[in-house]
């Protein structure tokens, strides 16, 4: 076999899991997110050039995230008709609490300003280094540090608006 069809499939092998789980932190949608990942390495593949072994996850995500803002400008300029037909009313079966309280948080995190999420997630999910994520969002070491702290805060505060709301309900 080819050196460079090993080494690709070596590093989808190690690396797609990874990808896939940090595109759908960015997306939620796993959907969304198995199209991120391939098109992340269909972008490896047709890359021109060496790729440093140091630096593969990183420059992966820095792909997926580039892809996913990409699609979401995209996106940006299309009227979403979906969005009208929700029925703003919450649905009055108790099961679904827990369901919702979840939802409020997602909307949360996703509500995040994108690179405020993005390095969140880099860091709580993906347990990257802050050096790594500064060199990845390229920003500094202290910016990232702030905005990972400032992102936590405003989880925080949601979860206790939530928690609280629903101690209050009961």
Same mark, same amino acid.
């Given at each position: 076999?080819?050196?460079?069809?090993?080494?690709?499939?070596?590093?989808?092998?190690?690396? %797609?899991?990874?990808?896939?789980?940090?595109?759908?932190?960015?997306?939620?949608? *796993?959907?969304? %997110?198995?199209?991120?990942? %391939?098109?992340?390495?269909?972008? =490896?593949?047709?890359?021109?050039?060496?790729?440093?072994?140091?630096?593969?996850? %990183?420059?992966?995500?820095?792909?997926?995230?580039?892809?996913?803002?990409?699609?979401?400008?995209?996106?940006?300029?299309?009227?979403?008709?979906?969005?009208? =037909?929700?029925?703003?009313?919450?649905?009055?079966?108790?099961?679904?609490?827990?369901?919702?309280? =979840?939802?409020?948080?997602?909307?949360? =995190?996703?509500?995040?300003?994108?690179?405020?999420?993005? *390095?969140?997630?880099?860091?709580?999910?993906?347990?990257?280094?802050? *050096?790594?994520?500064?060199?990845?969002?390229?920003?500094?070491?202290?910016?990232?540090?702030?905005?990972?702290?400032?992102?936590?805060?405003?989880?925080?505060?949601?979860?206790?608006?939530?928690?609280?709301?629903?101690?209050?309900?009961?």
């Amino acid at each position: 076999m080819d050196t460079k069809v090993t080494i690709f499939h070596d590093i989808y092998r190690r690396y %797609a899991p990874d990808v896939n789980r940090f595109a759908y932190w960015l997306c939620g949608n *796993a959907d969304e %997110a198995k199209d991120l990942t %391939a098109e992340t390495f269909i972008r =490896l593949w047709t890359a021109k050039g060496d790729l440093q072994m140091e630096t593969v996850k %990183a420059y992966l995500f820095t792909i997926t995230r580039n892809i996913f803002l990409q699609r979401r400008r995209d996106r940006a300029t299309v009227v979403a008709l979906d969005e009208s =037909l929700i029925d703003p009313a919450p649905l009055p079966d108790a099961r679904l609490e827990n369901r919702s309280q =979840l939802q409020i948080l997602w909307a949360g =995190l996703q509500s995040l300003p994108e690179i405020d999420r993005t *390095a969140l997630i880099l860091k709580v999910y993906e347990d990257l280094p802050y *050096a790594e994520i500064a060199r990845l969002l390229g920003l500094t070491v202290a910016a990232v540090k702030v905005k990972i702290h400032r992102a936590r805060i405003k989880l925080a505060a949601l979860a206790k608006n939530v928690g609280g709301k629903h101690h209050e309900d009961h």
